[in-house]
């Protein structure tokens, strides 16, 4: 079994010990149900899929939740592009999504909190920090106060320029001189006329962003959970807002552990829908096995991101291929060590490459004719399930 898991911490910026209690509380940020499943939520999600298969396999029961944003500024313009209700955009995405995950043998979420369903426990947060005087009111607007929360930034590590050029990027208005610092980021607002609305103590309106997720956290996982991680566009603003609003309600850390995963890009390119290059789940998974594509992402580590080439999909192909028919001779090599192998890489930052590599090389042996161990076919399935390659 060996283990503990050693994961890097974003806010320390150290690879750490993780070993939390049997039983553990993760939180992973879902995706705004606007547009399919492409190649980065594959990958972010894959890769918490692998700590949660890890942490079972030393016998953790793990406790995943994953919301929906089904509210915010990203898909309201989406639903009114398109001329539908955007609860019947995120509807049909949502399908698609849960059918991608599926498809890629994803662990089930332990719940899946939307923000609309939310807004009771959103609007009890606001409340909080307005009465421990962390936020304030303009034109109808409620932002939270930055400047008092002395520690904001501590998740990112980020100097005060760089966030500002992070929010103008990712949803924040610095330059708003509504705000009264650039930092500052909205807790609750004014819905326009087309736009979902909810009373509230701050006038009829709905929530911000960053506030959604802090509440959901809360709500199904308590004020302080073991892991929370998502894409490394969320470490700021997302999560360095989320931290903020959520301590300086509770006075406690609202994870312990902050994991983040790289960005994708396709053939040299940044990967967008602004650019039209979006590489869809639903699309390969139509054309190939979706173990296929599982171990071409396996050969990546979550914290370095990568460029992703037409041509991948055949090399998991073909690494499939192998161990399928590996999986199906009579003996093998000598399997006392595979297990740990893999048990070993994964522990080590989820050095998926190392663990992917091991099972190939294995299955190359076998197909060459080696014929020491009448239990090779069953070990190799039993690691390749370790990576949730089910052969």
Not at 317 to 327: H, M, Q
Not at 358 to 375: P, Q, R
């Amino acid at each position: 079994m060996a283990g503990p898991m050693r994961l890097y911490d974003t806010a320390s910026q150290t690879i750490k010990v993780f070993d939390p209690e049997i039983s553990t509380s993760m939180y992973v940020c879902g995706i705004t149900p606007y547009d399919a499943t492409h190649l980065g939520h594959a990958f972010t999600y894959l890769t918490f899929d692998l700590v949660i298969r890890r942490l079972e396999d030393l016998g953790h029961e793990v406790k995943m939740v994953r919301n929906v944003t089904d509210v915010d500024d990203s898909i309201l313009p989406k639903a009114r592009e398109l001329g539908i209700h955007y609860q019947d955009l995120a509807a049909k995405e949502m399908k698609q999504f849960n059918k991608d995950m599926i498809d890629l043998n994803m662990r089930p979420a332990f719940t899946e909190p939307r923000a609309t369903e939310s807004i009771d426990a959103i609007v009890n947060l606001i409340k909080q920090l307005k009465e421990a005087g962390h936020t304030y009111m303009v034109d109808g607007v409620t932002f939270f106060d930055t400047s008092t929360f002395d520690s904001f930034g501590s998740i990112s590590g980020y100097d005060e320029e760089t966030m500002k050029t992070y929010a103008a990027e990712r949803g924040g208005r610095p330059d708003d001189p509504k705000q009264r610092n650039p930092l500052d980021f909205v807790l609750w607002q004014p819905s326009a006329a087309d736009e979902p609305s909810w009373d509230s103590p701050f006038g009829v309106g709905r929530p911000g962003w960053h506030i959604e997720c802090s509440a959901m956290v809360m709500s199904d996982l308590g004020e302080t959970i073991d892991l929370h991680g998502g894409g490394e566009d969320l470490i700021f603003p997302h999560h360095e807002c989320e931290e903020a609003q959520s301590k300086a309600v509770t006075g406690k850390p609202l994870a312990r552990h902050w994991m983040h995963v790289g960005m994708v890009a396709y053939e040299g390119t940044k990967m967008s829908k602004s650019l039209g290059n979006l590489v869809f789940v639903r699309d390969l998974c139509s054309k190939y096995d979706p173990r296929a594509l599982r171990l071409s992402l396996l050969g990546h580590h979550y914290r370095s991101g990568f460029e992703w080439f037409d041509e991948d999909i055949n090399k998991g192909v073909e690494r499939l291929d192998r161990l399928i028919k590996a999986s199906q001779c009579s003996k093998g090599p000598d399997s006392s060590s595979l297990l740990s192998s893999v048990r070993n890489a994964l522990d080590n930052d989820l050095d998926t490459w190392s663990a992917r590599e091991s099972l190939d090389l294995f299955a190359k042996e076998t197909l060459e004719g080696v014929e020491e161990d009448s239990n090779a076919a069953s070990t190799l399935s039993e690691a390749a399930a370790l990576l949730g390659v089910l052969i």
